[in-house]
């Protein structure tokens, strides 16, 4: 049983770019949910995505957008960076026997100068 | 969304039992309790989840009175490989729940020799 993978581990950005930042489920999981942690904080919710379609989003602006793929991975997509995009991008994995317990990933690094 | 109190920190020493406290005071019905623990530069690991009443697994124990408006998260005999982040999370993945996912700040915990 694989566990849930980010990529890429780091990544720079200029301000006003758009970035992709992708997720690949744990093995039986059918839901993907995305988080934002700024340095010292705890992970904030952007969204989450049950079987393809979105199903709840937290307090973040529409140039943060996601896809889940038929194989339940996930794509989180930023357009127009801000510094304030600067975090540590977190996605979970959960579903299979549990639908509560969630599997993290390492996380992707973004930085935007 | 439901928010959620946490100490900042708590320092303790090698052996001892470690309880932290979590305020939820406008949980949802349909919401559950989960708590995660987060070392550096990693995704956070799932300790243990609740809906009410006392949960133990091998690792920890959480309690959750009849109000559910609190929870505790329990550590028995802490070591050095504990001292970590806490994460209280306050959520549900019912799609007519709205799946509100909500951490709180988190509890710096030092472990001490």
């Known amino acids: 049983e694989t566990g849930v993978t980010q990529s890429p581990t780091h990544l720079i950005k200029t301000r006003g770019q758009q970035v992709t930042l992708r997720c690949s489920s744990q093995?039986?999981?059918?839901?993907v949910s995305w988080y934002q942690q700024a340095l010292g904080q705890g992970p904030q919710f952007i969204f989450q995505y049950y079987r393809e379609e979105e199903n709840g989003r937290g307090n973040f602006p529409p140039r943060f957008s996601g896809l889940q793929f038929p194989n339940y991975s996930s794509e989180l997509n930023v357009n127009a960076l801000e510094l304030d995009d600067s975090a540590l991008y977190l996605c979970a994995s959960s579903g299979g026997t549990s639908l509560y317990e969630q599997y993290f990933g390492p996380g992707t690094r973004l930085t935007v100068t | 969304l439901a928010k959620t109190t946490q100490p900042i920190s708590m320092d303790s020493y090698e052996g001892q039992e470690v309880n932290i406290t979590c305020s939820h005071n406008n949980i949802a019905t349909n919401d559950y309790i989960t708590w995660y623990q987060q070392f550096p530069s990693q995704g956070p690991r799932f300790i243990i989840q609740?809906?009410?009443t006392k949960v133990t697994n091998e690792v920890a124990s959480l309690f959750i009175p009849a109000d559910r408006k609190s929870s505790t998260l329990s550590l028995p005999r802490v070591s050095l490989s504990d001292t970590a982040v806490y994460y209280c999370?306050?959520?549900?993945?019912?799609?007519?729940?709205?799946?509100?996912?909500?951490f709180g700040g988190g509890t710096r915990v030092l472990v001490k020799p």
């Open positions: 999370l306050v959520g549900g993945y019912l799609k007519a729940a709205g799946n509100k996912l909500t």
């Open positions: 093995s039986g999981h059918n839901t």
């Open positions: 609740g809906y009410k």
